[in-house]
């Protein structure tokens, strides 16, 4: 299965992502947690490239396709054999965030990006996508205090430093993708604390399992039975 994780800046996906990861692993499940921009060797490289608020000569075009080269070799080497070898495979941000980023944001042609991105994903789409919303002041504080924090002001801070209403055509669109595609997206309230933002997570996770009568929902509760 295919879970990726979206939303603005400082959302807390990551923190979300690595709280499921951690939860389907203790019942059993085998999961692969990636990123992009970042998750293989040649996204590692495009990343200080991409999130340096020091580069300054990037023009939007350059930017898309390297976020698209990036999606190419991570879907080839990371993703699709992952999926293959029956691994849950949870993904910190890929495709909507292009047309969010790229479309939304930057005002590129979303049909334009929906084409370029089903190229670079060999048409790979995930079953959930877990939409981290919250008011764009709120996940901007979030953000900048952790980059602070971790010392990544500079080296990570390129869309950060974007204006308030970048952030907030980025947010509207993410609520437009998943109006278009209810049945892929749950859409996660993340300006609550975190341990009711995981929980939100799970439900959506055996909310979806239901819907394609899949067991692992009615698994994961008798576990949950046995737990307590
Ligand atoms: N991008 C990416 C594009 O433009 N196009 C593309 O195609 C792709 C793939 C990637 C950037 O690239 C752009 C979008 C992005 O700008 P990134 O740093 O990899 O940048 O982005 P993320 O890892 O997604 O990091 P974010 O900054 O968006 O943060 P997260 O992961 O949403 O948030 P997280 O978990 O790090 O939390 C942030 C802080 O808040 C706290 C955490 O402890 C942390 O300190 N926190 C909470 N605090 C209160 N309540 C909660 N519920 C909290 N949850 C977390």
Redesign the pocket.
């Known amino acids: 299965m295919f879970i990726t994780?979206e939303?603005?800046?400082?959302?807390?996906?990551?923190?979300?992502?690595?709280y499921l990861a951690g939860f389907l692993q203790r019942r059993g499940y085998d999961c692969l947690c990636t990123?992009?921009?970042?998750g293989c060797t040649l996204g590692r490289n495009l990343?200080p490239i991409?999130?340096d608020a020091r580069t300054r000569t990037l023009a939007g075009r350059a930017?898309?396709f390297l976020?698209?080269a990036?999606?190419a070799q991570h879907v080839a080497e990371v993703i699709r054999p992952a999926l293959e070898a029956g691994q849950i495979v949870l993904c910190?941000?890929?495709?909507d965030?292009?047309l969010?980023?790229?479309g939304y944001?930057?005002g590129l042609d979303t049909d334009y990006l929906r084409r370029l991105n089903e190229a670079a994903s060999g048409g790979l789409q995930p079953q959930l996508t877990l939409l981290?919303d919250l008011p764009v002041r709120c996940?901007l504080m979030?953000?900048g205090?952790?980059?602070r924090?971790e010392g990544?002001t500079f080296s990570?801070g390129?869309?950060?430093s974007e204006s308030l209403d970048f952030h907030e055509r980025v947010r509207l669109g993410y609520r437009a993708l998943a109006e278009e595609e209810p049945e892929r997206f749950a859409i996660v309230d993340?300006?609550?604390?975190?341990e009711?933002?995981v929980l939100q997570c799970r439900s959506a996770l055996e909310a979806h399992w239901r819907s394609q009568d899949l067991n692992e929902a009615d698994m994961l509760e008798e576990q949950d039975n046995d737990d307590n």
């Open positions: 994780f939303g603005i800046e400082g959302a807390g996906k990551t923190t979300a992502l690595n990123r992009e921009p970042g990343r991409l999130l930017e898309l976020f698209l990036d999606r910190d941000r890929y495709t965030s292009t969010a980023y790229q944001g930057r981290f996940g979030r953000a205090e952790r980059n924090t990544l990570e390129r869309f950060d993340a300006a609550q604390p975190p009711d933002v």
